[in-house]
């Protein structure tokens, strides 16, 4: 359905897709004040200036809790879904951007979240991102 989808001008391609998605990422970061998560932003977006790049970890169990509570799943149905989803994200990084999403040098900084509270995490990225971007002069000594 993918090849007559492009071949009679349905849908376009997955490559015309990755350049659109592209497009926007780097439109969005070059204009400011966004948060963009996911789809590559941290490699489309590594040679600007005024970015900040985090990646959010934690234990598979912890994940698991997460996605019970917010998606009303079992714990096969959230392990499967985290699952399926690490995959995929993966695969998108590593075929479309040759690069391997555990690479610890494509972030800025890398969270785990299991020691820490979703306040606390805010206030790390917070305060990281006034550092590097907002106010550099202000954390100078």
Do not use: W
């Amino acid at each position: 359905s993918e090849f007559f989808g492009e071949l009679f001008g349905v849908a376009p391609s997955k490559m015309k897709l990755l350049h659109k998605t592209t497009e926007t990422i780097l439109r969005l970061a070059e204009f400011g004040n966004v948060i963009i998560v996911g789809r590559a932003s941290n490699v489309i977006t590594a040679n600007l200036k005024n970015v900040f790049h985090v990646r959010l970890v934690a234990p598979l169990y912890d994940r698991v809790e997460n996605c019970k509570q917010l998606y009303r799943m079992t714990k096969k149905e959230a392990e499967e879904f985290i699952n399926h989803e690490d995959k995929e994200r993966k695969e998108y990084l590593k075929n479309y951007f040759h690069r391997d999403i555990e690479n610890p040098l494509l972030y800025h900084i890398v969270v785990n979240t299991h020691f820490h509270t979703f306040d606390e995490v805010a206030q790390i990225i917070g305060r990281m991102v006034m550092k590097k971007i907002i106010a550099p002069s202000m954390f100078t000594e």
